[in-house]
């Protein structure tokens, strides 16, 4: 049965502030895991009910795809007021359970203003979602990290429970920026988005309501590659065509407003792959003023003392990228630890940070790490690296609203239990460059990291070609791989 469901972004907003609400005492809370309960039954009932919404690569464009058992699919655009405007062809990939992923570009969009879209495949027919394009270079994104959709088979509603957290965190987010007079324009996730990479999990993941109407921007963690299902579930614009890469995915980078996002996925380590990609991007948008890494892996928080050996490695293979490349900002996750560093460069603090501090005209790199949605760490103390400003420790679930404008970008970090702010800092830039000038002579052995990362991720890939055909899927032995 066709639903045909519009609201306008305020309306959906007050929804959530009210929802959100509710959530804050316990018998509100039971009525609200009711609520969502029945509403993923119905949601995940059939296997179109998948539809995820992500940025295109300007804010002409959204990119939108879904599960379908037809290879054959339409997006169709609607404006304000429910006229149609344009149908767009869908492309697929077929998908090892036997059918197929769907994927169509919504182009053409033009802001400020409202539209609408409905997917169409086979006899099946979603339901109606709003979106909005901005109009200018201000917005708002929410950063989220480690979302951990799982599938846990002692626990039959395991996917359906840590899907209804994520739903929940959503929802704090937008009641967030509403208090604070703003929308959600992106909603950020920096990897780790299912526990074990499963298309069951990725359901899950985008099962709410939101992802479909706000863009939903996810890198690759190193759970998501735990299984083969996240090459299925993800449509992104300006992928990279690496040498290299993992089998379920790889870099990819979008504009909005006055930023450059570089989506990358860290898992891969071939380092002169990522950096030509770095490289092509910012050639393809010089005069783009900010410039924003997503990637999964931490570089400077410490605070998992068995990883460091590893992130000695990572830092040596990353930082380079962001000093060459002026990366203002890096939003990380795996440690499940909010942290904000210090700016760096070259591996080192250039400027210490303070919370709820100001830098301007950084002349190195903000790393900030979040904690995880469904899994987050428990808050033993443990030492600090000296690289970070701010930190804090929590069992409950963080977002961020991150307020990106021409002049500045705004951090403000929440905890969904509590509803308070945790943490803060704004960088501004008073030009298109602000202080980052690179000054980092070649180091000698950076040649030498290309190979050794190269050589790093080749085994590393082999080890996933090795799991994934244990798990049954039929792999060519290139693709899986060189990816
Ligand atoms: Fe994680």
Redesign the pocket.
């Known amino acids: 049965m066709k639903k045909t469901r519009r609201f306008s972004a305020l309306v959906m907003a007050l929804v959530m502030l009210f929802t959100c609400a509710m959530s804050f005492t316990a018998n509100a809370q039971d009525t609200t895991d009711v609520i969502w309960n029945s509403y993923y039954a119905a949601s995940t009932e059939q296997i179109e009910a998948a539809v995820m919404l992500t940025p295109g690569s300007n804010e002409s464009e959204r990119y939108v795809s879904w599960y379908s058992e037809s290879a054959t699919g339409t997006v169709v655009l609607l404006d304000a007021l429910g006229r149609e405007i344009d149908t767009f062809e869908a492309t697929a990939k077929a998908t090892p359970q036997g059918d197929y992923r769907l994927g169509a570009v919504i182009s053409g969009l033009k802001g400020p203003g409202v539209y609408a879209y409905y997917c169409k495949s086979g006899n099946w027919q979603s339901t109606t979602y709003t979106f909005t394009v901005d109009g200018d270079t201000s917005f708002t994104a929410m950063y989220m ?2 979302i ?1 959709v799982s599938g846990d088979k002692f626990e039959e509603n395991s996917i359906r429970d840590t899907a209804g957290k994520l739903n929940n965190t959503i929802e704090a987010g937008l009641s967030k920026a509403l208090l604070n007079g703003k929308s959600v324009d992106l909603i950020l996730s920096a ?2 988005q299912a ?1 074990d990479g499963l298309r069951e999990e990725y359901i899950g993941v985008c099962a709410n309501e939101y992802t479909k109407s706000i863009p939903f921007a996810t890198v690759v ?3 998501d590659r735990k299984s083969v299902d996240y090459r299925y579930f993800t449509f992104q614009p300006n992928t990279a065509d690496m040498h290299l890469k993992s089998y379920v995915g790889t870099d990819y980078w979008f504009v909005k407003g006055d930023v450059l996002f570089f989506m990358i996925d860290s898992n891969n380590t071939s380092m002169a792959d990522h950096r030509r990609f770095v490289k092509e991007a910012v050639e393809a948008n010089p005069d783009v003023k900010w410039r924003v890494a997503v990637f ?1 892996h931490d570089l400077y928080s410490g605070r998992i003392p068995s990883r460091e050996s590893e992130n000695q490695f990572l830092r040596l293979m990353w930082a380079p990228i962001a000093d060459e490349f002026g990366f203002d900002l890096c939003l990380l ?4 630890y909010y942290t904000i560093s210090n700016v760096m460069y070259n591996n080192k603090t250039v400027t210490a940070t303070e919370n709820g501090g100001t830098v301007t005209n950084a002349e190195g790199t903000i790393y900030m790490v979040s904690g ?1 949605i469904n ?1 987050p760490r428990n808050s033993e103390e443990v030492e600090l690296s000296e690289n970070i400003g701010h930190a804090h420790l929590t069992e409950d679930r963080i977002y961020n609203l991150i307020d990106f404008s021409e002049d500045s970008i705004e951090i403000k970090s929440y905890t969904v239990e509590s509803g308070e702010e945790i943490g803060s800092i704004t960088i501004e830039k008073t030009t298109n460059e602000g202080g980052h000038t690179y000054k980092t002579p070649a180091k000698w052995y950076y040649p030498l990291i290309d190979v050794i990362s190269f050589i790093a991720g080749f085994i590393n890939n082999i080890g996933r070609y090795y799991d994934n055909t244990q798990l049954g899927f039929d792999i060519p032995l290139f693709e899986g791989i060189f990816g």
């Not at 996750?333 to 499940?336: D, E, I």
Request: glycine share 18%.
């Open positions: 990290t480690d951990h990897g780790d526990s963690g190193n759970h999964h996750g795996h440690s499940h995880s899994n």
